[in-house]
């Protein structure tokens, strides 16, 4: 499988399409991968936990945080140890892979 990495930023704008208000939102994305994604709409977000079962992957997304977004938490877990140890509740859900 072909990896795009959407040079359109058709994911963003389906994100940003969506009739919700970004603004002091609670979210959590499974799936982060590198964090690609994540930057693109954590500056809106008051809070992301962004999971991700890859360890390489999960090393990238550090590697290239941006400045000023310490409200952006990257986790190496699957969904399934992360549900299990935390209990805390997300305004909103993004299941990364899904926009592509």
């Known amino acids: 499988m072909t990896v795009t990495l959407d040079p359109e930023h058709n994911e963003t704008h389906a994100l940003f399409n969506l009739p919700i208000t970004w603004i002091g939102l609670s979210t959590l994305e499974i799936g982060s991968g590198d964090g690609r994604l994540t930057w693109r709409y954590a500056k809106k977000a008051a809070r992301v936990i962004a999971i991700e079962p890859d360890a390489k992957a999960h090393q990238a997304a550090l590697a290239d945080r941006p400045r000023g977004f310490e409200h952006v ?7 399934d140890d992360f ?3 935390h209990k805390e509740k997300f305004d909103l859900a993004i299941l990364s892979w899904s926009l592509c």
């Open 83 to 85: 549900a299990k140890r």
């Open 73 to 79: 938490k990257f986790l190496n877990v699957g969904f």
